[in-house]
T-cell receptor
Framework: GAVVSQHPSWVICKSGTSVKIECRSL??????MFWYRQFPKQSLMLMAT?????????EQGVEKDKFLINHASLTLSTLTVTSAHPEDSSFYIC?????????????FGPGTRLTVL | AQSVSQHNHHVILSEAASLELGCNYS??????LFWYVQYPGQHLQLLLK??????LVKGIKGFEAEFIKSKFSFNLRKPSVQWSDTAEYFC???????????FGAGTTVTVRA
């Protein structure tokens, strides 16, 4: 099946710094990638939709200047958490839609655990 | 906006017991439906999906789900669970051409040996 990777798998940073998380589709091309946030014991909340070659679309309540998304190629999307604060600590998960499949299935990455001190 | 409701937050059962997890959605149009599983420390994996056709869908690891359009439901079942089925289970709904998955709150399933 389609494989999606994320890097890093976990990161600890100081408050005020920026952190970049990468999401890669390893064996397929993804015109659309999605970024989710998952708090402990809670469900995944969609943050934004990342479209290759165009600006990301953000869900209501998500600060686009704080969560910068870049989808520069068909296999890579990045999420940068700018000026991170402890409340940004969370599990960030990306998914990718395989455009060749013609369906609506998304393939999920393993997630990145962000801890802001 | 569509929402997805999962009836149980935490289910505890013994090995060989039958499992049924409820899922209802509120969107009235055509939808595609999914069940994902997240084993401890692992990423989300697709258990099964329904796009069209036979409303009884069979997935991996002995799981199945039934789409009942009149009830806006997509319940997950397994006749006999194993200890290895201990995981978090998420129901998700998507509208075709929208591509945005809406997830339920998840159900934690704990299977005791």
């Amino acid at each position: 099946g389609a494989v999606v990777s994320q890097h890093p798998s976990w990161v600890i940073c100081k408050s005020g710094t920026s952190v970049k998380i990468e999401c890669r589709s390893l064996d397929f091309q993804a015109t659309t990638m999605f970024w989710y946030r998952q708090f402990p014991k809670q469900s995944l909340m969609l943050m934004a939709t990342s479209n290759e070659g165009s600006k990301a679309t953000y869900e209501q309540g998500v600060e686009k200047d704080k969560f910068l998304i870049n989808h520069a190629s068909l296999t890579l999307s990045t999420l940068t958490v700018t000026s991170a604060h402890p409340e940004d600590s969370s599990f960030y998960i990306c998914s990718a839609r395989d455009r060749s499949s013609g369906g609506d299935e998304q393939f999920f990455g393993p997630g990145t655990r962000l801890t802001v001190l | 906006a569509q929402s997805v409701s999962q009836h149980n937050h935490h289910v505890i059962l013994s090995e060989a017991a039958s499992l049924e997890l409820g899922c209802n959605y509120s969107y009235g149009g055509t939808v595609n439906l999914f069940w994902y599983v997240q084993y401890p420390g692992q990423h989300l994996q697709l258990l099964l999906k329904y796009f069209s056709g036979d409303p009884l869908v069979k997935g991996i690891k002995g799981f199945e789900a039934e789409f009942i359009k009149s009830k806006f439901s997509f319940n997950l079942r397994k006749p006999s669970v194993q200890w290895s089925d201990t995981a978090e289970y998420f129901c998700a709904v998507i509208r075709p051409n929208d591509y945005k998955l809406s997830f339920g709150a998840g159900t934690t399933v704990t299977v005791r040996a």
